[in-house]
């Protein structure tokens, strides 16, 4: 009886042991951020192997800083950034030294995936070139002006221009 004992007691240490410690430097925490700007609201999607601690974003610079800390020397990082907060050529700085991320877009996210070393606090700087609520102002105007259009054109053909 105690060597069956025994063997289960030895079993469940081996399989319950990594429930309490870290399985990998490669696991991901996720955290979702939300943008607000230009009267929009954008969800910034991090999984990532750190702790974002917080975010800062300038729509005059098109850029999106992410204020990190990390228990782990080789840091990843995957972001999902709406393309309507910032996209285009996109440039990256980590501590102020830029690196090369991968980066895929579909119409409606950038998907950029990041390594980087360095343990403790660091700045991830993501600089895009454009900014898109920043055309916003100008849509409405244009929408105003086109409905405006089409109201006076409609009068105008209702009435008919016949000599009585």
Known sequence: ?????FLVL????????????????RTGLKQVFVIE?????????????FNVDRTEFSAEEKKLILFISSDTENNLVELQIPINLINGEFTFFVNDQEIIPTIQSSEDISFIF????????SKIE?????YLPEFAQIASLI??????SII??????N???KKV
């Open 10 to 25: 030895f079993c469940s240490l081996l399989i319950f042991q990594p429930a309490f410690a870290q399985l990998s430097d």
């Open 143 to 148: 929408l105003a002006g086109s409905i405006a």
């Open 37 to 49: 700007t230009g009267g929009y609201r954008f969800p910034v999607e991090v999984v990532s192997n």
């Open 152 to 157: 006076i054109l409609n009068r105008f053909t």
């Open 114 to 121: 990041l390594e980087f070393e360095g343990d403790g606090s």
């Open 1 to 5: 009886m105690r060597p069956i004992l």
């Open 126 to 130: 993501i600089i895009g070139t454009t």
């Open 159 to 161: 009435y008919s221009f």
